[in-house]
């Protein structure tokens, strides 16, 4: 029943209380023989009470004028006119519209505190994100400028004479720094796509095996140390999805694994197709979570207690808004013996390579080739003769 | 070697200033559009380095009015990291396109390919790439000094790819190369036939080391000796 009235528009809720008055109007009239005019009255206000537990004070107030006339009219004596003849009708009347018209105001103001207390709530509440999201972002942002403002005082000292590895070692952290902050501006933009509701998806045709190499690549330095295990399944199908955006959940989902794995634990990622979904899996042998952390390692901010930090809690929300905008599922779990286990599940179009034979009779048409199908797709076999293909094409 | 810098960020400018004058190139400046053009006009550069977010005029048009006369090599430095705004730009006549924060060293290597290209002679009949060499005039690739059988449709592909060598390829540009205006949306026909391809080719098909791939823009074929 709560806040139900702010998403009724006026002009229902007026049909619906002047309906109601007169639904109950028609039964007592119905039955005015057993129950005389008086106790309509009171049902005609118990109507209206209660039409004031749902509405606001508009409708109610026009249910109390209209229940008013109807009983003056049809109910008082001498029927079917507006005028009263008895001193005791008129006062009845008279109270009748006081009490109707106090319990409409009295509603409204009840409505009108309900209303300020759920905006107040709301707008806590979005405090509480904001400053959580800027607690989380200005840490995020000051660790590495304070890396890179510490390690160029340094360096730009005159009288101090630093080693070479040193410096170095000072400059390599100003870059480890600038990256950490270019990937928080990542973070930030796809968190604002996802947040926007403006999250378009194009998607194209991609290799599963670039899709998942592809954040490997661009760990490569993060993951030294790791052991890294991909097994993709033999004979995978091409498939049609958004690359930029699940490469980079992939990428999330594995950086996050960077940070919250031992350095010499196994990261082991799968991909399969299930005739239906490509399914992508990452799972490690670290600790895994508690089961507080497994309700809320999606939402938006959370950050698991662990010593390692680098991440804003904003990694896994993107995974989540990237994948679902896929119309797939992401979920996480531990994973047997020990370690968790996070799984993307997208459903997607695919194509097979051999698929793809009446494709290329066409193609060779196309450009008065000749071509031979067999040799095309048995792509292990590389002959040792001269291709004469090749030497009668016209490029 | 002239390169001229049109960027209005001071940071940038000297940056690039300092890095590329270390490496033996010549450094113009430019901070807006306008001076740019100009300059370009005045000083023909080997090469330009522009960004898109100039602050009198869009990078991209001021891509197209140079691409009117200019034939040297652009290369797009910008924040702007959209697969739009990259294929737009390499559509635009851009050689190549960097985002920022970049590297000094993938910068210089982009820098060398795409001076390498503009210089290229015309009449080479022959490619070579580590263990790979394509000869143009009999049509023979070989790989490992064996010869490779490969079809029309993969050897024109090969040959596209390694004969802009460094260069982004767009899929779309590829896909009217190889199989005509008609087929520019039939991406699949490419990720299959690069598919072919790198399974004939590349050492480790999983991880490329000719034919890379630039997510959701296009391919380009390994740099020489830069890989």
């Known amino acids: 029943m709560k806040l139900n009235y702010f998403h009724q528009s006026m002009f229902k809720q007026v049909l619906v209380s002047n309906l109601s008055v007169v639904l109950v109007a028609l039964i007592c009239y119905a039955s005015i023989n057993y129950i005389g005019y008086h106790s309509v009255a009171l049902l005609l206000l118990a109507t209206v009470s209660v039409l004031s537990i749902f509405f606001t004070i508009y409708p109610v107030l026009s249910a109390a004028a209209m229940s008013a006339i109807i009983w003056d009219f049809f109910f008082i004596p001498p029927h079917f006119t507006l005028h009263i003849t008895n001193s005791e009708d008129a006062l009845l009347l008279l109270m009748y519209f006081v009490i109707a018209l106090t319990s409409g105001i009295l509603t409204s103001k009840v409505r009108e505190l309900e209303k300020q207390e759920f905006l107040k709530e709301e707008r806590s509440h979005t405090l509480r994100l904001y400053k959580t999201l800027f607690d989380s972002i200005s840490h995020e942002l000051r660790t590495p400028i304070a890396t890179i403002v510490g390690a160029s005082d340094n360096l730009l000292q005159k009288d101090v004479k630093i080693a070479e590895k040193d410096k170095l070692e000072l400059v390599d952290q100003i870059s480890v720094a600038a990256f950490r902050l270019n990937r928080l501006i990542d973070n930030l933009l796809n968190m604002q796509r996802v947040e926007s509701g403006m999250l378009e998806i194009k998607p194209d045709w991609c290799e599963v095996n670039e899709l998942i190499n592809s954040p490997i690549n661009r760990l490569k330095s993060e993951l030294v140390g790791h052991n890294v295990e991909v097994n993709i399944q033999p004979e995978m199908p091409i498939v049609r999805i958004d690359f930029g955006l699940i490469e980079q959940s992939v990428f999330n989902l594995l950086h996050n694994e960077v940070l919250y794995t031992q350095p010499d634990s196994t990261i082991s990622i799968n991909a399969s197709y299930d005739g239906k979904n490509l399914i992508i899996t990452i799972a490690d042998n670290g600790k895994g979570f508690s089961e507080e952390e497994l309700k809320l390692l999606f939402t938006k901010f959370y950050r698991i207690a662990v010593n390692k930090t680098g991440g804003t809690g904003l990694g896994l929300s993107i995974v989540k808004g990237f994948v679902e905008a896929h119309n797939g599922t992401v979920k996480v779990e531990n994973n047997t013996p020990n370690g968790a286990k996070f799984t993307i599940v997208i459903p997607v179009e695919t194509l097979m390579l051999q698929d793809y034979m009446d494709f290329s009779n066409i193609a060779v048409k196309m450009n008065a080739q000749y071509e031979t199908l067999t040799e095309t797709y048995r792509p292990k076999q590389f002959g040792k003769i001269k291709d004469s293909t090749t030497d009668n094409s016209e490029e | ?227």
């Not at chain 2, 590329?20 to 306008?34: E, G, M, P, R, V």
């Not at chain 2, 140079?66 to 390499?90: F, K, N, P, Q, T």
């Not at chain 2, 699949?188 to 999983?206: A, D, S």
């Open chain 2, 1 to 227: 070697m002239n390169i001229l810098i049109i960027d209005d960020e001071v940071q940038i400018q000297k940056l690039l200033e300092i890095t590329l004058n270390n490496n033996d190139y010549h450094t113009l400046i430019a901070s807006t559009a306008k001076e740019g053009i100009s300059t370009a006009v005045i000083h023909p550069p080997d090469l330009i380095v522009l960004d898109l977010g100039l602050p009198d005029e869009d990078g991209q048009s001021v891509l197209i009015k140079l691409r009117e006369w200019y034939l040297g090599a652009i290369i797009i430095l910008s924040v702007r990291s959209s697969e739009e705004d990259i294929i737009r730009a390499l559509d635009n006549g851009a050689n190549d396109y960097l985002t920022k924060p970049f590297r000094t060293g993938e910068l210089l290597a982009r820098i060398r390919t795409a001076l390498r290209q503009t210089q290229l002679n015309p009449t080479v009949q022959k490619l070579e790439f580590d263990n790979l060499s394509i000869d143009l005039t009999s049509r023979t690739v070989t790989l490992d000094n064996e010869s490779l059988k490969l079809t029309a449709t993969e050897y024109s592909l090969l040959t596209l790819l390694a004969k802009n060598d460094g260069k982004v390829l767009t899929h779309q540009y590829i896909l009217k190369q190889i199989w005509g205006p008609g087929y520019t949306q039939q991406s699949q026909y490419l990720r299959v036939f690069v598919g072919q391809l790198r399974k004939k080719i590349e050492p480790n098909p999983n991880n490329p080391k000719f034919i890379l791939t630039e997510s959701g823009i296009g391919y380009r074929f390994c740099t020489k000796g830069e890989e």
